[in-house]
């Protein structure tokens, strides 16, 4: 047991002396394919094979460090919305959304939108469920498989216009016509009964 504590205490502190050294140099980290054999379980060791340091022009170096392989990336996607639910705009069957697009911690990373909606922060969005997804990239354009997504829902929850009935008179026989009205987001509306539309 003691054992295990003191390996432990190796690790950490080889790797508070390896970042310290990274960011006096202006290097960050970027994970690699773990192997394997540590797919699922994570290890203490001071020799790891699967990370790299990339440094400003792209120059690389092996890391003494070792990482949990669950995980995509050492880095995070920061203000991922959660989903969104508006009301339609009045008189029309969209609603503009805003929302703050999520960053990366990437040092010269970017988060690029590839849902392929054409529907983006301060579009109109249409009546109905939109989802919007983000990618995470690091500073050579290149994914990390890290991704935000969350849907954008406008509801319909305006009324069609209320339309006017007309008297409808006649001699011996009168025949009244159905009304039409206007909806937004459904146009034109023809009115329906189940009575009688003629009366003699």
């Not at 703050?100 to 690029?112: K, N």
């Amino acid at each position: 047991m003691k054992r295990k504590y003191f390996f432990k205490f190796l690790y950490i502190l080889s790797s508070l002396l390896f970042c310290s050294s990274l960011l006096a140099n202006n290097f960050y980290l970027k994970r690699s394919p773990a192997p394997s054999s540590n797919n699922d379980t994570p290890y203490y060791g001071l020799i790891s094979d699967y990370a790299r340091v990339f440094g400003e022009n792209n120059e690389s170096a092996s890391a003494n460090l070792n990482f949990n392989t669950n995980s995509n990336s050492f880095f995070t996607i920061n203000g991922c919305p959660g989903p969104i639910s508006i009301n339609n705009d009045s008189g029309l069957c969209t609603a503009f959304v805003n929302y703050s697009i999520p960053t990366t911690d990437i040092p010269s990373g970017s988060m690029v939108q590839i849902d392929g909606t054409g529907y983006s922060s301060g579009s109109a969005f249409p009546v109905g469920i939109t989802t919007q997804t983000w990618e995470e990239r690091d500073a050579s354009n290149v994914a990390t498989g890290n991704t935000c997504s969350f849907t954008v829902t406008v509801n319909d929850n305006e009324d069609p216009v209320t339309p006017s009935l007309a008297d409808v008179t006649g001699e011996c026989s009168a025949t009244a016509t159905a009304p039409t009205t206007t909806d937004a987001c459904a146009g034109t509306i023809t009115g329906t009964t189940s009575d009688p539309l003629t009366y003699n």
